[in-house]
């Protein structure tokens, strides 16, 4: 699968291969999307990116064989919930939180995630009605978990969780966010521990997020804090679209690989306080 992020001028390239096969079989799927890429015809300044889970040796030394190289390692953290957890924690000192319902309210909530993640890896500005589209078309999505968190009149902090791992029994915080002049007040931490009642109150029996593992703002020591752990490393690797490893460009006889655009952007599955 290829996917075109024209914010971050990016390709990304996601190869799967039985295990038996894999080592051969993952070379060419990845050659393949790098044909597939350099006939779109864009300029050299793009990129492509590739993950990895840790532990798959043979894929990591396939993309680096492929002139790839490590950027970025993502955790995927969980938290194995208890009778403690349904207990709602009472909110920081002058903070409420409510459910964004309305289109004024998800545009408000729109504002606070772009705001919060604005500056850390893979960031690009997104506008609102892709945003929206595409979190409420998901049929795992839950609008009802979309929270706005506010300090008086001003929303400060965000939290949208979905069902995406329900099939594990598990509830998925999908981004969760708080804009810097309001942080170091707990309001993450809040937002963190109000996701583990509501989870734990509709029987779920964990709670898993993503986060980037060098986020520059603590998140990673703000979950371990609240008792989650890393339960799986993914790898990101990058390079450019016109590599001088390359050689001859690869052949173009793959026509029936297309290239996925469903939204200028690629959703971000990563949390930060």
Known sequence: MVERDAFNRLFVVDSYAAPRHSRDLLASLVDMGLSAARRLGVD?????EAGAFA??????????????????????????????HRVQPDPPSGVTLTVAVSDEERRLLHDVEQESFAGQFGFAPQPYDESSAWGIDRRDARPDLWWLAWSGDRPVGMCVMDDSHADRGASHVEMLGVIPQARGRGIASWLLRSAFATAAHEGRTSVTLTVDAD??????????????????????????????????AASDSHEELSVMTPCES???????P
């Open 55 to 84: 532990q798959d040796e043979a894929y990591k030394e396939v993309l680096e064989d492929a002139g790839f190289r490590e950027v970025r390692r993502f955790w995927r953290m969980v938290i194995n919930l208890s009778a403690d």
């Open 266 to 272: 690629r959703p971000r599955s990563v949390s930060g």
């Open 44 to 48: 050299e300044q793009w990129e492509v």
């Open 215 to 248: 986020n520059t703002t603590g998140a990673t020591a703000l979950y371990e804090g609240v008792g989650m752990r890393a339960e799986q490393v993914r790898v990101h690797y990058r390079r450019p679209l016109a590599s001088s490893r390359d050689g001859e």
